[in-house]
């Protein structure tokens, strides 16, 4: 897989884009245009406001992400293995290959469905800025396998043998996660924005006050708790 042309990210890099916007405009959006529609705003204006506003949201990512795709080459010689960035400005990063010390491909739920993945490289060496690695992603499933033996020089081992597998069960355990706050956060904070424009911040409060007020909170904690330690 070792050549001394320069090479693009896989093209697939803008579906994967507009899929992950496309889930930000979901999360942030369907909630805004509930309260907006409970707020008296005319069906039409929100379908305006949130429909257009996730249209160009996901354009202007798709488009930044085009360009990234376009001004990044990336290539693999038997001496190095290079990156660079060539568009307004200029970036070029380089690792020996003897330097090389692990070669991570990894592949978020998104990029499976695409048949993607995502192509780290490491020395086990730090600088400044942290460790020392370059990342291709995404790259095609077969193309970042094929570039892993051979950077590491499996080419003539036998099969991987599979460490784990994904199991729907653990998305039970998602509400705890440290992230989903950050994320409710932050998509509330949207809500209120647009609410703002609209003076109804008010009437979102108190639907939100209302809506928790009328929760059985103890209760769900409760069977959450439980159903924790059985599965423990």
């Not at 060496?125 to 033996?149: C, N, Y």
């Not at 080419?155 to 784990?164: D, K, R």
Request: net charge neutral; hydrophobic share 50%.
């Amino acid at each position: 897989m070792s050549s001394a042309e320069w090479q693009r990210l896989d093209v697939r890099t803008l579906w994967l884009t507009a899929l992950y916007l496309l889930g930000l405009v979901i999360v942030a959006g369907v909630p805004t245009a509930l309260l907006l529609l409970q707020g008296g705003v005319a069906a039409w204006l929100v379908s305006l406001v949130v429909g257009g506003g996730g249209v160009v949201l996901i354009a202007h990512g798709v488009l930044v992400d085009w360009v990234r795709w376009w001004y990044t080459e990336y290539r693999i010689t038997e001496e190095r293995v290079e990156r660079r960035f060539t568009f307004v400005f200029r970036t070029h990063k380089s690792v020996p290959r003897e330097r090389v010390r692990n070669v991570d491909v990894n592949a978020t739920i998104v990029h499976r469905l695409l048949g993607l993945a995502s192509l780290r490289i490491g020395t086990g060496e730090q600088d400044m800025f942290g460790k020392v690695s370059i990342t291709f992603d995404p790259l095609g499933r077969e193309v970042a396998q094929a570039l892993r033996a051979d950077l590491l020089h499996k080419g003539h081992e036998g099969p991987e043998v599979e460490l784990a597998r994904f199991n729907l069960a653990w998305i039970r355990y998602a509400p705890i996660a440290v992230t989903t706050p950050a994320l409710g956060a932050g998509a509330f904070g949207l809500v209120m924005q647009v609410s703002d424009w609209f003076n109804l911040q008010v009437a979102v409060v108190d639907f939100v006050r209302d809506l928790f007020r009328e929760l059985p909170l103890i209760p769900l904690l409760g069977s959450s708790w439980r159903s924790a330690s059985c599965s423990a």
